[in-house]
């Protein structure tokens, strides 16, 4: 199959380990998936954790041949891959696309703080507990850095109990109202769905051919 982009795989874990899921199934769309690594909450406080994922993403690029570059991730790993997205490796505009699979975006949100009541790994992840008008906790929630219009694809269960698919759902409503271009997908199933399965695989399908040549 011919390459039609690279792709940096940011894998999930509620950003204090690693989750099994590698994106090695996105290569059946023609993407090189290329792995990144970063900090845990153990280790570094945010955002060391994007400053990991960009120099991660400066390798991949530089190492492209010339083939777009996307990002992509799951759970935790598609948080850092929506903020690399909408904020840049180094300028605003130099990524191809984001596919987040089920992400947190939004530590404040009600339904967040009642599902991870008592285990929220955001607090983890910020040094404290997340609360409105924390500048660590403004600087981490995705909505905040729109409006560079990169395309975005969402992809949640809906019987999700790690992260709620409203998540989703809000956060395209925001990415709508500032301009980018959005599929989402909020299907049956929970955490961590398989992302060769056939209307993941489909929806992925869709995404890639408005956001990249033809294979």
């Known amino acids: 199959m011919t390459e039609r982009g690279v792709v940096l795989w940011i894998h999930g874990g509620g950003w204090r380990g690693r989750a099994s899921e590698d994106g090695a199934a ?4 023609g993407l090189r998936v290329v792995p990144a690594t970063y900090r845990f909450a153990g280790e570094a406080r945010w955002p060391a954790q994007l400053d ?12 492209a ?9 799951d759970s935790a790993g598609a948080m850092l891959a929506l903020h690399l997205a909408l904020r840049g490796v180094d300028r605003p505009d130099d990524v191809a696309g984001a596919l987040a699979y ?3 975006v939004d530590p404040t949100a009600a339904d ?10 955001w607090a983890d992840l910020l ?3 997340p609360a409105a008008g924390d500048p660590a906790t403004v600087d981490a929630t995705v909505a905040t850095h729109l409006g ?4 975005v694809l969402l992809v949640h269960g809906f019987d999700d109990r790690s992260v709620p698919a409203s998540q989703t759902v809000g956060l395209t409503d925001a990415l709508l109202a500032a301009g980018h271009p959005v599929h989402t997908w909020v299907t049956h199933g929970g955490h961590a769905l398989a992302l060769d399965r056939r209307d993941l695989g489909a929806v992925t399908a869709a995404f890639l051919d408005t956001v990249l040549p033809p294979a």
């Open 26 to 29: 996105l290569a059946a769309h």
């Open 52 to 63: 990991d994922v960009r120099a991660a993403a400066r390798l991949a690029r530089a190492e």
């Open 65 to 73: 041949d010339g083939l777009p570059l996307l990002v992509a991730g």
């Open 102 to 104: 089920w992400p947190p």
């Open 112 to 121: 967040w703080k009642r599902l991870r009541a008592g285990d929220d790994p």
């Open 127 to 129: 040094g404290h507990p």
């Open 148 to 151: 560079n219009r990169v395309p």
